[in-house]
């Protein structure tokens, strides 16, 4: 069976890399990754290629003003779940990506730009649609879906290590949360020689492409009410160089009611399907998920497990679970709202680790610790079944 991939994205090129393995020959700044990922990525081979270009770490550190911790939780850990968290940047990670889809000789075309799809019969038996957020793929069936702004925005740059005044003991990575709302610093560079920090915000729709291209808008932006930050903060805004700002104002695509192609022979992948707000850090995590489930069912298809049924139950089960990581990123972007607007939410609306485990109590088990091949194999068992009787 041949697979079209259109995208040569993070959920391409791991789908690229997964199919190779089960031998379907497929054509086709810094993230950080939690243990769901890792294993998908260790499964292809990518991980043990970049673990040693990126920073680990273990716990994700709420901070209040006055240096107190609020909350913590491990985003990613070894005992816990079998893997640290790392942050890497995108460019190494696409780059040992490209070299591993060369290596293992998978044909590509960079550089090419899907228009449209006129027969999708022709360039079957399937095409995923792996092109992101503004997918082409979806819009072949899905032409009314855009993407949505979300209403908010992360203002960034990057600092060194020694520019920052960091209090004894002060554990980072660390979102800072402060009248206006959070400030992140992310230690980056396998050394945490470099922080990413940003300030994030409520803000209006705006002209993003003019913003894109203001640094210096951007950077008045983020000092604004400097004072009103603890010490950390301000030795961050103190050391941001103007050339260095960028922006993400968070956009994600409503909830569809299905990522298949009535034809049953498109399925959309990644952002194209589920672009999700950044706040619980899964965008890219739960785009490899995506990925690992449906190369793992596309392995085992037969005559009892048809193309179709297979597909309905990769769909059913990863809308599910998008929807429960969806949750979760709404109660963490309550979390980071000012201070003011959080006092109003009701009880719930904000995430917060209650049993004060930090996760060790399995609370987040489900999300950074599914055993995607188990799930498909199960589906397909299922599936089997079904057929048979
Ligand atoms: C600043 C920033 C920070 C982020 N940090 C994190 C993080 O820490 N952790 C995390 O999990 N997620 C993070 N995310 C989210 C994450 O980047 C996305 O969820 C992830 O990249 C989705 O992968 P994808 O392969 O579906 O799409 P993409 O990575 O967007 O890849 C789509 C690919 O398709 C190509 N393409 C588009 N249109 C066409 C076409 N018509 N024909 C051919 N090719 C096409 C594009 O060029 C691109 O290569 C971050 C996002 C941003 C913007
Ligand atoms: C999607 O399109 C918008 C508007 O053209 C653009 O600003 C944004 O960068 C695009 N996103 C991606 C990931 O291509
Ligand atoms: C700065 O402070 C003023 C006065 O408190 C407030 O109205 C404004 O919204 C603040 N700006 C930001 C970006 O938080």
Redesign the pocket.
């Known amino acids: 069976m041949a697979v079209a991939i259109?995208?040569?994205?993070?959920?391409?090129l791991t789908l690229a890399l997964a199919l190779h393995d089960l031998n379907i020959p497929a054509t086709g700044?810094?993230?950080?990754?939690s243990p769901n990922?890792l294993r998908v990525l260790d499964s292809v081979g990518i991980y043990k290629k970049i673990r040693d270009k990126s920073l680990q770490f273990d716990v994700l550190t709420f901070k209040d003003g006055q240096y107190k911790t609020t909350d913590e939780y491990y985003f990613g850990s070894k005992k816990l779940y079998g893997y640290h968290a790392i942050r890497i940047m995108?460019k190494q990670l696409l780059d040992e990506m490209k070299a591993m889809v060369r290596e293992r000789q998978i044909p590509t075309h960079y550089e090419?730009?899907?228009?449209s799809i006129t027969r999708p019969r022709r360039i079957c038996p399937s095409s995923i649609g792996?092109?992101?957020?503004?997918?082409?793929v979806r819009g072949t069936f899905l032409p009314q879906v855009k993407p949505v702004y979300a209403g908010f925005m992360g203002i960034n740059s990057v600092v060194q290590r020694p520019q920052l005044r960091i209090p004894e003991g002060y554990s980072l990575p660390a979102t800072v949360m402060g009248k206006a709302g959070a400030f992140p610093l992310v230690p980056q560079k396998p050394d945490g020689s470099e922080l990413f920090i940003g300030s994030q915000r409520r803000f209006p729709e705006a002209d993003w492409e003019a913003l894109r291209k203001d640094k210096q808008e951007l950077y008045d932006m983020m000092q604004e009410n400097k004072s009103d930050w603890p010490d950390i903060v301000q030795s961050a805004l103190e050391a941001t160089p103007v050339d260095q700002m960028g922006f993400?104002a968070f956009h994600g695509i409503p909830p569809l009611a299905s990522w298949l192609s009535d034809s049953k022979r498109i399925i959309l992948?990644?952002?194209?399907a589920h672009?999700i707000p950044?706040t619980a850090?899964?965008?890219?995590?739960?785009?490899f998920e995506d990925v690992r489930a449906l190369a793992t069912l596309l392995s085992e298809l037969s005559p009892d497990v048809p193309f179709e049924k297979a597909a309905a139950q990769w769909q059913a089960y990863r809308q599910d679970r998008i929807k429960r990581v969806l949750d979760l990123t709404m109660q963490m972007n309550a979390k980071r709202l000012p201070e003011s607007e959080r006092a109003k939410m009701p009880p719930g609306a904000i995430w917060s680790d209650q049993s004060l485990t930090r996760g060790e109590g399995g609370e987040l088990r489900w999300l950074y610790d599914p055993d995607l091949a188990k799930e498909a194999k199960k589906w397909v068992e299922e599936i089997k079944q079904a057929s048979q009787s």
Do not use: E, F
């Open positions: 259109i995208g040569g994205g993070l959920a391409g700044g810094g993230i950080m990754l990922a995108r090419s730009k899907l228009v792996a092109d992101g957020i503004n997918s082409t993400w992948v990644g952002d194209a672009a950044p850090g899964q965008g890219a995590n739960q785009a």
